[in-house]
C-alpha cells in the first residue's frame, strides 16, 4: 500500500504538448549524494530538470510535479515513434548516488515504494508493463540510469516492468528496433550503443561482442512487446 506523499511543488514544469497524455514511466536515479541535493537540485529554476516523482532511500515519496503536466525529466531521446518522451511520460527519480559510489544496490523500502506508487500510475493512466522504461532504455547515447543494480527482474514478477524469455534467434539490429530502441542519428556504431544499453537492463555486467544470447532474449522482447508506432507519431 502506497503511504503519504509529500509535497514538494517544483517550478520545472509545462503544459504537455500536441495533446500528449502519459503512456509510460521513465526510471531514473539522481546519482547525487542525498536526497535532499537531490530534491534541491530538482526544485532549482536554474537547473531546468524536474521529476513528477522523488523517492528517498527510507521509501519516502516526494511529488514535485501535476502527473498531468510536462516534467523535465526525460530529455533529448526516443522510444518507438516517441522523440517528446516528456509529453508521454511519467518520470520517477530514484535517490541513488549511482556512479559516485559504485553504484550501490536500491534499499527495500524504497523498492516497496516505488512497487506501490508505480503500481498506482500504470492503473491510473493504464500503462502497460512493457512501457515502463529505463532512462538508458530511451537515451542510449548519453544515458545510464537507473543503472546495473536497479532490479528489473523484480518489478517484471511484480507484473510493473517485463523480462525476456530465451527462445529462437533473429537479427538485434531489427528486433531492438521492434521493441523501441532507437540511437540517434550521427553515432558512429548505434548497434554497439543499443547493445549496451540492452544489456544495462536485461544483462547488467555481461561484457564482449554481441552473442546468441543477446539476439535470442531481444527476439523475444520483440515479438511480445514490440511498440504501437502509433503512439506519439507526428
Known amino acids: 500500500?502506497?503511504?503519504?506523499?509529500?509535497?514538494?511543488?517544483?517550478?520545472?514544469?509545462?503544459?504537455?504538448?500536441h495533446g500528449g497524455l502519459p503512456d509510460m514511466v521513465v526510471l531514473h536515479h539522481t546519482a547525487m549524494l542525498t536526497n535532499q541535493a537531490a530534491l534541491e537540485r530538482l526544485c532549482d529554476p536554474k537547473a531546468e530538470v524536474s521529476a513528477h516523482y522523488l523517492i528517498s532511500e527510507r521509501g519516502e515519496v516526494a511529488q514535485l510535479v501535476e502527473e498531468e503536466m510536462r516534467a523535465w525529466h526525460a530529455g533529448a531521446g526516443r522510444w518507438g515513434a516517441?522523440?517528446?518522451?516528456?509529453?508521454h511520460s511519467i518520470g520517477i527519480e530514484l535517490a541513488n548516488t549511482g556512479p559516485l559510489c559504485d553504484h550501490p544496490p536500491f534499499p527495500e523500502l524504497q523498492?516497496?515504494?516505488l512497487e506501490a506508487l508505480l503500481g498506482d500510475i500504470v492503473t491510473r493512466w493504464s500503462?502497460?508493463?512493457?512501457?515502463?522504461?529505463?532512462?538508458?532504455?530511451m537515451a542510449p547515447e548519453r544515458k545510464f540510469d537507473p543503472g546495473p543494480a536497479f532490479d528489473w527482474h523484480r518489478l517484471a514478477r511484480a507484473g510493473l516492468s517485463i523480462w525476456p524469455e530465451p527462445g529462437a534467434t533473429g537479427d538485434f539490429s531489427t528486433n531492438a528496433a521492434r521493441?523501441?530502441?532507437?540511437?540517434?542519428?550521427?553515432?558512429?556504431?548505434?548497434?554497439?550503443?543499443?547493445?549496451?544499453?540492452?544489456?544495462?537492463?536485461?544483462?547488467p555486467g555481461q561484457k564482449g561482442p554481441l552473442d546468441d544470447i543477446d539476439r535470442a532474449l531481444i527476439h523475444d522482447l520483440a515479438t511480445r512487446f514490440g511498440v504501437d508506432l502509433t503512439i506519439g507519431a507526428a
Not at 82 to 87: C, H, K, T
Not at 127 to 137: G, K, L, N, Q, T
Open 111 to 113: 523498492m516497496q515504494a
Open 1 to 17: 500500500m502506497l503511504g503519504r506523499i509529500t509535497s514538494h511543488p517544483s517550478g520545472n514544469f509545462g503544459p504537455r504538448r
Open 82 to 87: 516517441v522523440s517528446d518522451v516528456n509529453s
Open 127 to 137: 500503462i502497460p508493463p512493457e512501457r515502463v522504461i529505463a532512462h538508458s532504455d
Open 179 to 203: 521493441f523501441g530502441y532507437a540511437a540517434p542519428d550521427g553515432i558512429a556504431d548505434p548497434d554497439q550503443v543499443i547493445l549496451a544499453a540492452f544489456r544495462l537492463r536485461f544483462r
